[in-house]
């Protein structure tokens, strides 16, 4: 009998099937990496595999057996029981995922606070413990703030805390560092391998990030469509897949496959000594800019490094505080109600949700006539035969046309995001974080898009990102951003040869590759 | 740095003494333009000429309009409101009395309506989409359809003139002790309890139920804990500014709001006093209760922001 068995399981969301066929057993001490793409039901089945189903999922057949105990027969009673003793849960957003309304202590020790007989002090104590083992901060007094008061990275690791609370014999990791910058990841992730190999207790980690899950995890699972594609040891799924869908996630981040040499025009548009901010903050300094035609510069940062900032001025969305921005020589107004019709067309914004920037009620059509009647005065069959040209461009189908955006998926959404902002046939192409919401396999094939646009019709595009995979693939020249500064910038090939700062070392150094050893080294150096 | 709730406190008190002047401008203006003035209602229909202009000159009817608003606001300042025409006593000996007994009639109402219909959401909210949920929602919506002077009599026929338990007037002299209050108030409450028990109890079933979509919702059901545990510690605690919301304006709007229901137990309360005002074109008493009305309103919603932001420590508790 294997410490967890599921098998044959089916699980429905009504009439929906979210899993299906599931075989899965993982031994003790054991650390099962899920991967998939969103909606693979990578997250359903670490839940089902704690016998916890979300609202509306029920489990139509199979079984999982926990520890010899069949899960999904178990009175309500016993479960909660389990759950409270012997399971935990690491949930993705820390922020999303603590009331707001409790200090950290308290949630942390909830748990403890049902049995009578441990005293508000105890629990304090209990919960500075655990915080001293992640090595938060102030352990004595971390637990008397609230979520909104400590950082993102902090808040995982007081989740991890709250995990333990118990000694669990199974933690569920659910994508725990998705939403971390890359240097923030590397910390959780020491204590999330370090935590593991402490408690000697058994672990599922599910990821989307196949760098990530193969530095954790002792076997992976690879999930598609509620249906496993494939299961194996760590090392056999990185070096020889079986399973073409495998492979083409292995593959997906080979180093340079875009990239050809910069361009040698001109500059379209240059931003001198730019200053910016919000309010009484002053969030970006003195940050020089240019892009030609023909070139694809990455800006890139952590969270909070003032790159998306940058990229607002410059579509005249935010007015420098001091500096100017010029384009083809000429001095642009600061706000985008000042520019020219003929400005705003040179200059469009792709942003990072479609979701969020195309209308709900607009149909495909509608979004993308708007820019065609506004800048190039078409109408009717010039209009429409412009439509199908802009649809097959995208690689996107022209019946499309007449869809809402919620009848299309992520993919497909920014297709229909990128046509509308070719549709005003700019110079210039702003890309904020356009494919950071998207899965790896359709996030290979935007960028393959925008590549061969931008060459076939000589286009400049500033690239912002938080990816450095992305960017090393993707960019000729790459400038670096830490704290609303610039700390340094050249060819991209140059740069991630040989970085010249220790900030973007350390910034190469974090991001995760699936290298054995990879995490073990970088265990090794920092601590 | 100054702390949050202070600036918030400075920032709405400005706001609201600005919604205060704005109001008495409006009140003002409002009574200014009715067809008659206070020279005409003092004295009459058949009142000579003479006599009016004489009057007029006297009470200074005939200074422009921003002067007499600033005589207005400077005596209100002092306390001094102008006399009533309808009784011939000051407006502020005329008004207090029945605004307390408003207060009393409206807090009765209130203590007994809002946790009544906090308590009917969160056992609507556990039994969502069970009978228990259904039958609390059928009967608070039948109850809220009702119009108010009908239920009125409908509590007087059963238990004044069937049951005799409590008298259909509620009418209480001066120096009662609180056993009579309470058994003068018991119907005039209890209608007022039904009026505003199905905003607050849906109200506050939404509002929870909303909250229950949230991770951490989700995160304490997988650390094992009860529904009730959930409900009421997860829950609760985070719908509570709409649910303060409302309960602040239900007692503003049982303060002002409930002519009907005082007129249908004969009850000396502001809402039938500024109706008699109007009736009587007692204009000094109008411009008063207009007044005394937007005050409770702004009262209440600054009370209602000021107690949100207290249980949310996002706002509370600053950032670093």
Redesign the interface.
């Known amino acids: 009998m294997s410490f967890l068995e599921i098998s044959d399981l089916l699980l429905k969301a009504g009439d929906k099937t979210l899993l299906s066929n599931i075989s899965v057993t993982m031994e003790k001490g054991e650390v099962l990496g899920l991967i998939g793409e969103s909606g693979a039901g990578k997250s359903t089945l670490g839940?089902a595999a704690?016998g916890?189903m979300?609202p509306g999922c029920h489990v139509a057949s199979g079984e999982v057996r926990l520890m010899g105990q069949s899960l999904l027969t178990m009175l309500q009673e016993e479960?909660?029981?389990?759950?409270?003793?012997k399971v935990a849960?690491v949930?993705q957003?820390a922020a999303?995922?603590?009331?707001?309304?409790y200090r950290l202590e308290d949630q942390v020790t909830?748990?403890r606070a049902?049995q009578k007989e441990v005293s508000k002090l105890e629990r304090r104590e209990i919960a500075r413990s655990l915080f001293e083992r992640l090595q938060l901060p102030e352990p004595e007094k971390f637990g008397r703030k609230?979520p909104?008061?400590v950082s993102g990275g902090q808040l995982q690791r007081a989740m991890i805390a709250?995990a333990l609370l118990n000694d669990p014999e199974l933690v569920v990791f659910d994508e725990p560092t998705t939403a971390l910058d890359v240097t923030t990841q590397m910390e959780v992730l020491r204590v999330i391998r370090q935590v593991i190999a402490e408690q000697q207790c058994a672990a599922i980690y599910v990821s989307h990030d196949l760098a990530v899950i193969s530095q954790i995890s002792d076997r992976i699972v690879v999930l598609r469509n509620g249906v496993v594609v494939e299961q194996a040891e760590t090392r056999k799924i990185i070096d020889n897949p079986a399973q073409d869908y495998t492979r083409a996630l292995v593959a997906h981040r080979k180093v340079g496959e875009f990239v050809g040499q910069p361009s040698e025009a001109n500059a379209v548009i240059e931003a001198r000594a730019l200053d910016l901010g919000y309010g009484a903050n002053t969030v970006v300094r003195n940050v020089d800019l240019q892009i030609a035609r023909g070139e694809i510069v990455a800006l890139v940062g952590e969270s909070g490094s003032g790159k998306t900032t940058v990229a607002r001025s410059i579509a005249g969305l935010l007015p420098p505080r001091a500096g100017e921005i010029f384009m083809n020589g000429k001095k642009l107004a600061d706000n985008v109600d000042h520019r020219t019709d003929d400005i705003r067309r040179r200059i469009q914004f792709i942003h990072q949700l479609p979701d969020v920037a195309l209308n709900p009620r607009q149909r495909v059509r509608a979004a993308l006539s708007r820019p065609l009647q506004k800048f190039l005065n078409l109408s009717g069959a010039s209009l429409q035969k412009r439509l199908d040209d802009l649809m097959d461009e995208v690689e996107l189908s022209r019946e499309l046309l007449d869809r809402y955006p919620g009848a299309l998926s992520g993919g497909q959404k920014q297709r229909v995001c990128i046509a509308r902002c070719l549709a005003a046939e700019p110079d210039i192409l702003i890309c904020d974080e356009v494919t950071s919401a998207l899965d790896a396999l359709v996030e290979d094939s935007i960028l393959k898009l925008l590549w061969r646009l931008q060459r076939q019709r000589d286009i400049g595009i500033l690239f912002i990102t938080h990816n450095l995979g992305v960017t090393r693939r993707f960019a000729h020249s790459v400038i670096i951003m830490e704290s609303g500064k610039i700390v340094e910038r050249g060819l991209t090939k140059d740069v991630f040869a040989n970085p010249g700062q220790e900030y973007t070392r350390r910034l190469l150094a974090s991001e995760p590759t699936t290298r054995q050893g990879w995490l073990d080294d970088q265990l090794a150096t920092t601590s | 740095m100054r702390h949050p709730l202070l600036s918030f406190v400075i920032q709405r008190f400005g706001s609201g003494l600005l919604s205060l002047v704005v109001v008495s401008v409006l009140v003002f203006i409002g009574t200014a333009m009715l067809p008659g003035d206070a020279a005409q209602a003092i004295l009459g229909q058949d009142a000579t000429p003479q006599a009016l202009s004489e009057l007029r000159q006297e009470l200074g009817l005939n200074d422009p309009l921003y002067l007499r608003y600033w005589h207005w606001v400077a005596g209100a300042l002092q306390g001094d409101m102008g006399m009533s025409f309808s009784s011939n006593r000051p407006v502020v000996d005329v008004l207090i009395p029945r605004l307390i007994n408003s207060m009393i009639l409206a807090l009765s109402a209130a203590a007994i309506a809002i946790p009544l219909a906090i308590g009917l959401g969160i056992v609507a909210a556990l039994n969502r989409e069970k009978l228990l949920d259904r039958v609390i929602s059928m009967v608070s919506m039948w109850l809220v359809s009702i119009p108010a002077f009908l239920k009125g009599y409908i509590l007087i026929a059963i238990f004044a003139t069937h049951l005799g338990w409590f008298p259909g007037l509620a009418i209480v002299r001066r120096g009662a002790s609180l056993g009579d209050w309470a058994n003068a108030l018991a119907l005039p409450v209890a209608t007022l309890v039904f009026v505003t028990i199905a905003h607050t109890m849906r109200l506050t079933r939404t509002a929870i139920l909303s909250v229950m979509a949230?991770?951490?919702i989700?995160?304490?059901?997988?650390?094992?804990?009860?529904p009730r545990r959930i409900v009421i510690r997860?829950a609760l605690?985070?719908a509570l500014s709409p649910i303060l919301s409302i309960s602040m304006l239900t007692i503003a709007f049982l303060m002002v709001g409930v002519v009907v229901v005082e007129a249908v137990f004969s009850y000396t309360g502001m809402g039938k006093l500024m109706v008699d005002a109007v009736a009587y074109r007692d204009l000094p008493l109008v411009q008063a209760c207009g007044v005394c009305f937007s005050l409770v309103f702004i009262l209440f919603n600054f009370t209602a922001d000021f107690l949100s932001i207290l249980?949310?420590?996002?706002l509370r508790?600053p950032?670093?």
């Open positions: 839940l704690i916890f979300r479960l909660r029981q389990l759950r409270q003793q849960y949930a957003s999303a995922a603590f009331n707001p309304f909830e748990l049902l609230y909104h008061q709250m | 949230s991770d951490y989700l995160m304490a059901e997988i650390k094992g804990l009860s997860h605690p985070n249980v949310n420590p996002r508790e950032k670093a």
